[in-house]
């Protein structure tokens, strides 16, 4: 059974720090692309980052390029959000979401990222 | 960007009607378009990829059309458990897109 587990989530002040970990199971992590998706309270869902397989391709949101980096561990089966410069809109319910080159086919059930002060 | 503007914003309807969801880009997309239900508190949950490829475990009462900038999700015969909010996705782009989603809600 496919899972992602987040964690990482938690109340931080503006301009503040915070890494997020997507802990992976039940499939073989190191051959599929990974996603992170966040969702502001009441709001819809924003694409913030991917990484490819084996870290070739890396893309960002606008909104958190140069502020957000994503990275793999393939030998712990594990995903990161490193998120700095943090701003209130950055506050969300963070996805982690394994995906093919289309569309996300697993998600995770979130972490929760409150920026304030 | 390329942006997703889905109709209408919300929708209310009754056990066994017929609903239809819009999806349209602001540029073609060929197929790269993909559909998510999402309910409250919960991840969003892969319904349909590739425009009208439906995803392993849906139910069929779930289907998606369309190509280039309009696309159309449909639900023959809506059911208690489909109650949920709708979002389209477009992969067409390295930064992908969804639309603002569309809330289904008992009449």
């Known amino acids: 059974e496919v899972q992602l587990v987040e964690s990482g989530g938690g109340l931080v002040k503006p301009g503040g720090s915070l890494r997020l970990s997507c802990a992976a199971s039940?499939?073989?992590?190191?051959?599929?692309?990974m996603n992170w998706v966040r969702q502001a309270p009441g709001k819809g869902l924003e694409w913030v980052s991917s990484?490819?397989?084996?870290?070739?391709?890396?893309y960002y949101a606008d909104s958190v390029k140069g502020r957000f980096t994503i990275s793999r561990d393939n030998g712990k089966n594990s995903l990161y959000l490193q998120m700095s410069s943090l701003r209130a809109e950055d506050t969300a319910v963070y996805y982690c979401?394994?995906?093919?080159?289309?569309?996300?086919?697993?998600w995770g059930q979130g972490t929760l990222v409150t920026v304030s002060s | 960007d390329i942006q997703m503007t889905q109709s209408p914003s919300s929708l209310s309807a009754s056990v066994g009607d017929r609903v239809t969801i819009t999806c349209r880009a602001s540029?073609?997309?060929?197929?790269?378009l993909n559909w998510y239900q999402q309910k409250p508190g919960k991840a969003p949950k892969l319904l349909i990829y590739?425009?009208?490829s439906l995803q392993s475990g849906v139910p069929s009462r779930f289907s998606g059309s369309g190509s280039g900038t309009d696309f159309t999700l449909t639900i023959s015969s809506l059911q208690p458990e489909d109650f949920a909010t709708y979002y389209c996705?477009?992969?067409?782009?390295?930064?992908?897109?969804f639309g603002q989603g569309t809330k289904v809600e008992i009449k």
């Open positions: 996705q477009q992969s067409y782009s390295t930064t992908w897109t």
């Open positions: 039940g499939f073989s992590f190191s051959s599929y692309t």
């Open positions: 540029q073609t997309i060929s197929s790269y």
């Open positions: 590739a425009a009208s």
């Open positions: 979401a394994r995906a093919t080159r289309w569309y996300c086919d697993y």
């Open positions: 990484i490819s397989s084996s870290y070739s391709y890396i």
